[in-house]
């Protein structure tokens, strides 16, 4: 079993840039394919960003494609996204989530570990 702790979120300006953070608990993380999704009250959780085991391969939503960067620190237990260019749009609780595999999963029903969240908002 994996614990997620995610950090990272705030209040920053159109344009701005954050840089989400989640750290898992556990000896095996390395051995967890890792997601970022995003939640809008009353919505349903969006897939964001994926990264396998070795973080060789990652996979976006087309949305955030060319503007976010999934990576992993397998040393330190660690995921990150860097969000650049960030858009009002972008502003949602943004959740960690990880699951057993070999390459990278977009539907939030595959990942079984959830972090609490965290938030961010974009101001216009």
């Known amino acids: 079993q994996v614990q997620l702790v995610e950090s990272g979120g705030g209040l920053v300006q159109a344009g701005g840039s954050l840089r989400l953070s989640c750290a898992a608990s556990?000896?095996?993380?390395?051995?967890?394919?890792l997601g970022w999704f995003r939640q809008a009250p009353g919505k349903e959780r969006e897939f964001v960003a994926a990264?396998?085991?070795?973080?060789?391969?990652?996979y976006y939503a087309d949305s955030v494609k060319g503007r976010f960067t999934i990576s992993r620190d397998n040393a330190k237990n660690t995921v990150y996204l860097q969000m650049n260019s960030l858009k009002p749009e972008d502003t949602d609780v943004y959740y960690c989530?990880?699951?057993?595999?070999?390459?990278?999963?977009?539907?939030?029903?595959?990942?079984?570990?959830w972090g609490q969240g965290t938030q961010v908002t974009v101001s216009s």
């Open positions: 989530a990880a699951r057993g595999g070999l390459d990278y999963y977009t539907r939030s029903r595959q990942y079984d570990y």
């Open positions: 556990g000896r095996t993380f390395s051995s967890y394919v």
């Open positions: 990264i396998n085991r070795s973080g060789g391969n990652t």
